[in-house]
């Protein structure tokens, strides 16, 4: 089955809020065969393994689906990106959300 993995750390309140994002995505894509599982990151030394930079973050086939800039670090936090405004917001811009997964699901999934 194809999967979005989404990374979360408890500490941050907004990965509900980001898998219910990424599943209306899916359904607007057409693509609702896509599973979204979240995977829970708790400890330091998960953060390191992963190569965790904050909740929520995106993954396809092992990649980040939105790369984090140079000034991310890997550890428990939450992560913080920019919108096309400007503006800093703890889920990435709709927008840059959409392009990134249909990029994902359409060009590297098969059906």
């Given amino acids: 089955m194809t999967t979005i993995e989404l990374l979360a ?3 941050c309140p907004s990965h509900e809020e980001a898998r219910e994002r990424l599943l ?3 359904g607007e894509l057409g693509r609702p065969d896509v599973e979204v599982r979240v995977r829970w990151v708790e400890t330091d030394e998960e ?3 992963v190569g965790f930079v904050g909740s929520p973050t995106f ?3 092992g ?3 939105l790369p984090p800039d ?3 670090h890997v550890g428990l936090t939450c ?3 920019r919108r096309r405004d400007g503006r800093f917001s703890p889920l990435p811009d709709p927008e840059d959300l959409r392009d990134a997964v249909a990029r994902a699901v359409t060009d590297r ?3």
């Fill in 9 to 11: 750390w408890s500490g």
């Fill in 24 to 26: 209306v995505l899916l």
């Fill in 47 to 49: 953060a390191a393994e």
């Fill in 59 to 61: 993954r396809w086939q």
């Fill in 63 to 65: 990649s980040d689906l």
């Fill in 70 to 72: 140079a000034a991310e």
């Fill in 79 to 81: 992560r913080v990106y």
């Fill in 109 to 111: 999934a098969g059906p």
